[in-house]
Structures are given as structure tokens and as C-alpha cells.
């Protein structure tokens, strides 16, 4: 295939949501000095973006330091700009990747505290996007939200203007979701928190992204991987994971790969749809500790809801540039049944927004809504560890257009769902001993 026919392949879901794709001739140059490349915010932040970008455009120049990767990322005494070099082909391996420093054309994406008259920071749970220097105070514990979430808004600003300039200024927290920074000590996380067995049902985009992320945070969970579907190029621009060697493998197959050069142990693949697997019909009481359900096919919210599920966190993307992340927590929160009901093609939409084009149905969305989504559910999931969970509403959504604006609207339970109908007894019996069980009524 000619790097001409790869890269519309790889592209068309992009094109077929938005129309276009960022210029391949503009170069979009990674920028951070020593320090905030030597730091874990900056490294996040640098990961993301690069790894963002070189599956928007094969154009990205590296203005960045050899340096070690420090812990707790998973590349830990690697040399971060090799290792983000390898990355880029691995994912592109048509792309123009190299490192050089910035030059006239260059579309100026600079990482860090100040230096810039724009600049991109992140730490802990906070955002910001805006002229120097960056108002953020430096976060004591390692959180890759603040910092990940800096890259992905970036690179959705960049797509907006279609690598135009722009004065948009963006504040955000990955906490509570408000448009200002926080500062309190009790929100930090702790070091490799633990998250127990989750239980990863669809692996595909979002589902990706949400594993992706919370690696940057911990090697504290185990997971089961259930999808049928195998990878294909077009599902390279949204997955921070899956790279060009994995098309035509199984995407639990590719996962758990990626997942194992991370250096997580634990992880089991089911390489069926939920209704087919005999793991999910024999599952037993206290178990997963938790559920993504990032599935969207052979109505797998009601196979999920009638087996008396734990508490469930995932991330959606939408069509009109915007992601969200979504709690379900039994006993307390609508189910998921109640945001998507039961239909006949099972439509729900989870991973991706829907096209229509020539009669074709088709799932779409920008690569940065993917990203998004599994960053703001990982930072909910992430959450579970701290005293007081939650600290939002069951539904958090992000909007990207006409500017970078967040909506916390809970879900409203639905008239004649089945949540309204199956044993509380049974529901509490189920989830007793899991590991966040506690946090439920």
C-alpha cells in the first residue's frame, strides 16, 4: 500500500466526521525545555501530544532534550526522545518524524511553565492552555490528568483552527471539572494507587485510551479484555495504542501486548462479544472490583445490567466535537440501560459518534475526542482511591467547539428501565467484597 492509500484509510473516519484533516504539509513542532522535559508533568504531557498528533498528521518535529523517562511511566530509563521518535513510526510508519528546532512555518506547540507567548501546562489535575507563564502551582504526586488533558485540548484547538492562531484561553481541573485550577493536598493521589480487577469490555478506541492513561498512574489493577473485533487501520488515529503492526490481530490481542510491554501482569483476554463469554456467565459475587464498558454492539448494556453489574466508569465521544465520561454506580446512579435502551442494532454510540454518508452507517469521531473521553473516565476511575468519592455528577461532558467549555449534567433515571425493577437484595449481594463496594449506599 502507498503511503498515500495508508494514510486516507487511516484518516477516513476523521474525514468523514469533520470533512478534512490537519494540513500534511504544516509541520506541528513538540516544544519543552530540560527541565519540564526531565519532570513526570512534562514527560505526560509530551507522551500524549506526540502520540496524539503523529496519528492527526504525518508532519511532527521533536524541539525537545534527550533525557531519561522517570518513574512511575512504564518506560521508565528510557530515552524520552528515542522512545517517542520509535513511537510516532510505530503508529506512522509512513509519517515525517524528526527532531530539529523550531522554525518560521512551524506550528508552535510549546510544552511547559513559561518561554513561549502561548504555552500548554499541566499537573496534577489542572489544565492550562494560555499566555506565559502558566499560573498552576506544582502538584507534590505524580498525576498524568492535569498534564494529559493539557496535550489532548491543545491538539483539539489546533484541529479547530485548523492550525490557525487562536487567543483562547483554557483553565480546567481533571477533579471536579470546574473552569479553575485546585490546589488541596487531600485531592493528590497516591503513588500506584490501587484499582483492583476491572473488567475492560470493548477494546476499541475509548477503551484503549482509558487503559492508556491509567498505566501513566499505576501498575495497580488487573484487567479482562472482551472484544471480537480485530484492529483495522482506520482505528489508528483514535487508539493511543494500537500501532500498524497490530492491524488484522485481535484487538484484546493487541491490547494485552501493549499492556504487557507496560510491564502490567494480570491481564486475560476474552476475544468474544459479552453475551458469548463464559467468564461473563459465570462471573461471581465481588467480582471485577469494576467495569468499562466501552462496548457498542449485541446490546451489551442489558447483558450488563442484568447480571447485577459493580460500579461502572467509562468515557463516549459524541457528534458534535464532545466527549464525556459516565458513572454508573448500582444502587445510587440511573443504569446504563437508562442512557442507552435496548435496540434492535444496539446503537449506543459509546466509542464513537455515527455518520451517515450515501446510505452508509458508519462510527466516526476525531482522534482528540477519543483521547479525551478515556483521560476524563481514567481520571474517574483514578478518584476511586481518594476519600469522599464522587466529586462530580454521573455525567461530565467536555465540548471542544466553539471554544473548550465543560457541562456536569447527571443522568435521570428512565421510566420502566430494568434498574427500576431488579433486586436490590440480589444487586447488594453481587457487589459485596468488591474492592469499591464500600462507597455504595
Same mark, same amino acid.
Request: charged content about 20%; some cysteine; glycine content about 8%.
Given at each position: 500500500?502507498?503511503?498515500?492509500?495508508?494514510?486516507?484509510?487511516?484518516?477516513?473516519?476523521?474525514?468523514?466526521?469533520?470533512?478534512?484533516?490537519?494540513?500534511?504539509?504544516?509541520?506541528?513542532?513538540?516544544?519543552?525545555?530540560?527541565?519540564?522535559?526531565?519532570?513526570?508533568?512534562?514527560?505526560?504531557?509530551?507522551?500524549?501530544?506526540?502520540?496524539?498528533?503523529?496519528?492527526?498528521?504525518?508532519?511532527?518535529?521533536?524541539?525537545? /532534550? %534527550?533525557?531519561?523517562?522517570? *518513574?512511575?511511566? $512504564?518506560?521508565?530509563?528510557?530515552?524520552?526522545?528515542?522512545? !517517542? #521518535?520509535?513511537?510516532?513510526?510505530?503508529?506512522?510508519?509512513?509519517?515525517?518524524?524528526?527532531?530539529?528546532?523550531?522554525?518560521?512555518?512551524?506550528?508552535?506547540?510549546?510544552?511547559?511553565?513559561?518561554?513561549?507567548?502561548?504555552?500548554?501546562?499541566?499537573?496534577?489535575?489542572?489544565?492550562?492552555?494560555?499566555?506565559? /507563564? %502558566?499560573?498552576?502551582?506544582? *502538584?507534590?504526586? $505524580?498525576?498524568?490528568?492535569?498534564?494529559?488533558?493539557?496535550? !489532548? #485540548?491543545?491538539?483539539?484547538?489546533?484541529?479547530?483552527?485548523?492550525?490557525?492562531?487562536?487567543?483562547?484561553?483554557?483553565?480546567?481541573?481533571?477533579?471536579?471539572?470546574?473552569?479553575?485550577?485546585?490546589?488541596?493536598?487531600?485531592?493528590?493521589?497516591?503513588?500506584?494507587?490501587?484499582?483492583?480487577?476491572?473488567?475492560?469490555?470493548?477494546?476499541?478506541?475509548?477503551?484503549?485510551?482509558?487503559?492508556?492513561?491509567?498505566?501513566?498512574?499505576?501498575?495497580?489493577?488487573?484487567?479482562?479484555?472482551?472484544?471480537?473485533?480485530?484492529?483495522?487501520?482506520?482505528?489508528?488515529?483514535?487508539?493511543?495504542?494500537?500501532?500498524?503492526?497490530?492491524?488484522?490481530?485481535?484487538?484484546?490481542?493487541?491490547?494485552?501486548?501493549?499492556?504487557?510491554?507496560?510491564?502490567?501482569?494480570?491481564?486475560?483476554?476474552?476475544?468474544?462479544?459479552?453475551?458469548?463469554?463464559?467468564?461473563?456467565?459465570?462471573?461471581?459475587?465481588?467480582?471485577?472490583?469494576?467495569?468499562?464498558?466501552?462496548?457498542?454492539?449485541?446490546?451489551?448494556?442489558?447483558?450488563?445490567?442484568?447480571?447485577?453489574?459493580?460500579?461502572?466508569?467509562?468515557?463516549?465521544?459524541?457528534?458534535?466535537?464532545?466527549?464525556?465520561?459516565?458513572?454508573?454506580?448500582?444502587?445510587?446512579?440511573?443504569?446504563?440501560?437508562?442512557?442507552?435502551?435496548?435496540?434492535?442494532?444496539?446503537?449506543?454510540?459509546?466509542?464513537?459518534?455515527?455518520?451517515?454518508?450515501?446510505?452508509?452507517?458508519?462510527?466516526?469521531?476525531?482522534?482528540?475526542?477519543?483521547?479525551?473521553?478515556?483521560?476524563?473516565?481514567?481520571?474517574?476511575?483514578?478518584?476511586?482511591?481518594?476519600?469522599?468519592?464522587?466529586?462530580?455528577?454521573?455525567?461530565?461532558?467536555?465540548?471542544?467547539?466553539?471554544?473548550?467549555?465543560?457541562?456536569?449534567?447527571?443522568?435521570?433515571?428512565?421510566?420502566?428501565?430494568?434498574?427500576?425493577?431488579?433486586?436490590?437484595?440480589?444487586?447488594?449481594?453481587?457487589?459485596?467484597?468488591?474492592?469499591?463496594?464500600?462507597?455504595?449506599?
Amino acid at each position: 500500500m502507498s503511503d498515500q492509500g495508508w494514510h486516507a484509510d487511516r484518516d477516513s473516519r476523521t474525514l468523514r466526521y469533520a470533512g478534512r484533516v490537519l494540513d500534511p504539509e504544516r509541520w506541528i513542532l513538540l516544544r519543552a525545555d530540560e527541565a519540564h522535559a526531565s519532570s513526570y508533568d512534562g514527560q505526560v504531557a509530551i507522551l500524549t501530544a506526540a502520540n496524539l498528533f503523529s496519528r492527526m498528521t504525518p508532519a511532527v518535529v521533536l524541539d525537545i /532534550p %534527550s533525557v531519561p523517562i522517570v *518513574a512511575p511511566l $512504564p518506560w521508565a530509563g528510557l530515552d524520552l526522545q528515542d522512545h !517517542i #521518535l520509535k513511537m510516532m513510526y510505530r503508529a506512522d510508519p509512513y509519517g515525517r518524524f524528526e527532531c530539529r528546532p523550531h522554525r518560521g512555518q512551524d506550528y508552535l506547540v510549546h510544552l511547559g511553565t513559561n518561554g513561549a507567548e502561548r504555552i500548554v501546562h499541566g499537573t496534577g489535575w489542572n489544565t492550562y492552555i494560555g499566555p506565559g /507563564p %502558566s499560573p498552576l502551582r506544582q *502538584a507534590a504526586a $505524580p498525576n498524568p490528568i492535569g498534564p494529559a488533558m493539557a496535550a !489532548i #485540548l491543545v491538539a483539539a484547538v489546533a484541529f479547530r483552527t485548523n492550525l490557525d492562531s487562536y487567543s483562547e484561553t483554557v483553565q480546567l481541573n481533571g477533579f471536579d471539572w470546574e473552569h479553575s485550577s485546585i490546589d488541596a493536598r487531600s485531592t493528590e493521589l497516591l503513588v500506584d494507587p490501587e484499582l483492583g480487577n476491572i473488567w475492560t469490555v470493548g477494546t476499541g478506541s475509548v477503551g484503549t485510551a482509558i487503559l492508556y492513561f491509567l498505566t501513566l498512574a499505576t501498575h495497580g489493577f488487573s484487567t479482562v479484555l472482551f472484544d471480537m473485533d480485530r484492529v483495522k487501520i482506520h482505528n489508528l488515529d483514535r487508539s493511543p495504542i494500537f500501532v500498524d503492526g497490530h492491524v488484522g490481530s485481535p484487538k484484546v490481542e493487541a491490547t494485552a501486548s501493549w499492556l504487557a510491554q507496560c510491564g502490567l501482569m494480570g491481564v486475560r483476554q476474552e476475544p468474544c462479544s459479552l453475551d458469548d463469554s463464559t467468564l461473563w456467565k459465570s462471573r461471581e459475587a465481588g467480582t471485577p472490583d469494576l467495569v468499562i464498558a466501552t462496548a457498542n454492539e449485541r446490546n451489551v448494556r442489558s447483558v450488563i445490567e442484568t447480571a447485577f453489574p459493580p460500579i461502572q466508569i467509562y468515557g463516549t465521544t459524541g457528534s458534535n466535537w464532545q466527549a464525556a465520561a459516565i458513572r454508573h454506580a448500582p444502587l445510587t446512579d440511573p443504569c446504563s440501560c437508562c442512557l442507552f435502551p435496548e435496540t434492535d442494532h444496539a446503537g449506543t454510540e459509546c466509542a464513537t459518534g455515527e455518520v451517515t454518508r450515501k446510505h452508509e452507517r458508519v462510527d466516526a469521531a476525531l482522534p482528540f475526542l477519543s483521547f479525551a473521553a478515556g483521560a476524563m473516565a481514567a481520571a474517574e476511575i483514578l478518584k476511586l482511591t481518594l476519600r469522599g468519592f464522587p466529586f462530580s455528577p454521573n455525567r461530565v461532558v467536555l465540548y471542544t467547539q466553539p471554544v473548550v467549555r465543560v457541562a456536569k449534567v447527571s443522568l435521570a433515571q428512565r421510566e420502566g428501565c430494568i434498574c427500576q425493577h431488579r433486586s436490590m437484595e440480589v444487586h447488594r449481594q453481587m457487589i459485596a467484597g468488591s474492592r469499591f463496594a464500600q462507597l455504595l449506599p
